[in-house]
């Protein structure tokens, strides 16, 4: 597995794609076990690879496609003020991110495009450091980061 080093600016892979700090260098879709779980908490960016300040604010995405069937989703699709609250939030991919990762995530990743185009992306402002880890499950064996949704706040479907 081939990785990047931490911090700006990222390198660019073969095809011209920013490297997360968690991907391998020569395939996007293999996420590094070790980054990925470091990421889980909410204290590493996945994109840079940097923590956070304290009481720094970050960003993450919420995929209606990954969430359909669940009672988050209907949330997010109906008109409640605060769609969140109530809710377990798990960011997708554990990417917690850096106002600057999540602009360049948002902007090159094909992956985030494609859920931009179909209307089926929001992104959330939550505290940095703030999840809490759990373990993986029947689906996804990987563990991730969970936070209460009542700390989070959707600021645009994208």
């Known amino acids: 597995m081939h990785l990047s080093d931490a911090g700006w600016p ?15 260098y020569d395939d996007l879709k293999i996420t590094h076990k070790a980054r990925y ?7 590493i960016c996945p994109v840079c690879g940097c923590g956070y300040d ?3 604010t970050a960003y993450a995405l919420l995929s209606l496609r990954q969430l359909e069937g669940t009672p988050l989703a209907e949330a997010l699709r109906s008109d409640l003020e605060w769609p969140l609250d109530g809710h377990d939030v798990s960011p997708m991919d554990n990417s917690v991110m850096h106002t600057k990762c999540c602009r360049l995530a948002l902007a090159k990743c ?4 494609m859920l931009m185009a179909e209307n089926e992306l929001f992104v959330i402002q939550l505290p940095a450091n703030s999840c809490d880890v759990v373990p993986g499950d029947a689906i996804d064996p990987r563990p991730h980061g969970i936070i209460n949704g009542a700390d989070c706040t959707v600021l645009a479907r994208v």
């Not at 990222?10 to 391998?24: A, I, K, Q």
């Not at 094909?110 to 495009?113: C, E, F, M, Q, Y």
């Open 10 to 24: 990222r390198p660019l892979n073969g095809r011209g794609y920013p490297v997360p700090w968690y991907n391998d």
């Open 37 to 43: 779980r470091a990421c889980a908490s909410g204290a």
């Open 54 to 56: 304290d009481n720094e």
């Open 110 to 113: 094909p992956h985030l495009t």
